[in-house]
């Protein structure tokens, strides 16, 4: 049995400003749970897909509304503003939320990107620990070492340490801030979880789309 509303032509997840979170498991109910969403409705995976667009673009109120998907690759995902690691209000708690997830289910992560080019992140955490933590807007926020991927693209980049530690008036920085180098969130997310923009449901899941209302952060 296919996941509510899919099928092998369904669109992919998409929106101009893309924020989620991924937990690995494919346990969708406990992933609800952990998180105290609400208001818990099955959708479609066509309405959800186009909800999560509709809600980045959302100005009144952007950070309540999320999208649960059913399992893909192993992963859940949870979309929407809410997420958004370059949002100053939603920043702390969310990498604290981050953290505590990944002490649950073993890996979490944050990922934010932009299709308008203004901006990448991403927060990847494993076991209570944090990794990595990357804003581009906010470099002096960034936590842990660079590794895998965007390591790799530093260095070939001739970026030797760590960006956040560029002299943002240097042409190197400068040179670096106007394509990050090709490493966008999705380009991390794709080797640390799963990019959403290049993948679909798990066929034969038995979970549907699921749109919720994510409690406010205290």
Partial sequence: MQAMGTSDSAPLIRACWLSWLAVETVDQAEVVKALGLTDVRETTWVDGVELIDEVAHDEEEPFSTVVVTPPMQGWTLVVGPYFGLPYPQQ??????????????FGKAQLFFHSEQ??????????????????????????????FGVERRLLDAYGITGQPEDLDPDSDLAGDWAATWGDCWA????????????????DKGSNSSMLMAIAPTFE
């Fill in 117 to 146: 080019n203004d901006g990448e992140a991403w927060l990847i955490a494993e076991r209570g620990r944090i990794l990595r933590r990357w804003i581009s807007e906010y470099p002096k926020l960034a936590l842990g070492e660079p």
């Fill in 91 to 104: 920043t702390a708690p969310v990498t604290d939320l981050c953290r505590e997830l990944s002490a649950h």
């Fill in 186 to 201: 999705t380009t991390v997310a794709e080797e640390s979880s799963i990019d959403p923009t290049t993948a679909a449901a």
